[in-house]
């Protein structure tokens, strides 16, 4: 008597886990936003929430690109995460006809939207890194949230050759519905 999940119940568990990574994604994401503001409008001292009160010291302009390119891939993750709240939440993901054209887009979307977040990492590690060749006391990419840009290209690329398999396979099942 063996103890089954179905994969109904397992689209249920990453639904609500995509809700919850997709809320604190996007929090971080506001907290970017929010701060840049606040540093630049109403009082320097919250330049110190992601520890580059030395880059504000240095340079306005700097602190608030660095901030932009820790933005950008905060975003980035917050849209890919709402594809996929929204993917699960439509019910677009029919198991009889798994290759319809909607997942396909949806693939094509996702792949995008990790490499755009691959890239727009690695470019604000790059900036903070030459920030710090400059001669600014800079926190770790991890503090910055700008690590892992390896990782997000790696995904972006194997969910992109999905999408162009995944294509394929929408091609002949319309075909072979064509067919019958």
């Not at 008597?1 to 809700?19: A, E, N």
């Not at 001292?45 to 700097?62: E, I, V």
């Not at 939207?113 to 900036?127: E, M, N, Q, R, V």
């Amino acid at each position: 008597m063996g103890f089954t999940i179905s994969s109904k119940q397992v689209l249920q568990v990453l639904h609500i886990l995509s809700w919850i990574i997709f809320v604190g994604v996007s929090i971080e994401a506001g907290s970017f936003i929010f701060n840049a503001i606040y540093s630049v409008g109403f009082n320097a001292r919250a330049a110190d929430y992601f520890q580059l009160q030395h880059l504000f010291a240095f340079d306005k302009g700097h602190f608030l690109v660095q901030l932009l390119l820790m933005t950008i891939p905060g975003v980035l993750k917050a849209t890919l995460f709402y594809q996929i709240v929204r993917l699960l939440m439509e019910k677009k993901l029919d198991m009889a006809k798994p290759f319809s054209a909607a997942v396909g887009r949806f693939l094509f979307v996702v792949s995008y939207l990790a490499l755009a977040t691959g890239c727009f990492s690695h470019w604000g590690a790059k900036y903070a890194k030459w920030l710090v060749q400059q001669g600014v006391t800079m926190p770790s990419n991890e503090v910055l949230h700008l690590e892992g840009a390896d990782v997000w290209l790696f995904m972006g690329v194997i969910l992109f050759v999905i999408a162009h398999i995944f294509k394929r396979g929408i091609e002949l099942q319309s075909e072979n519905e064509l067919t019958v």
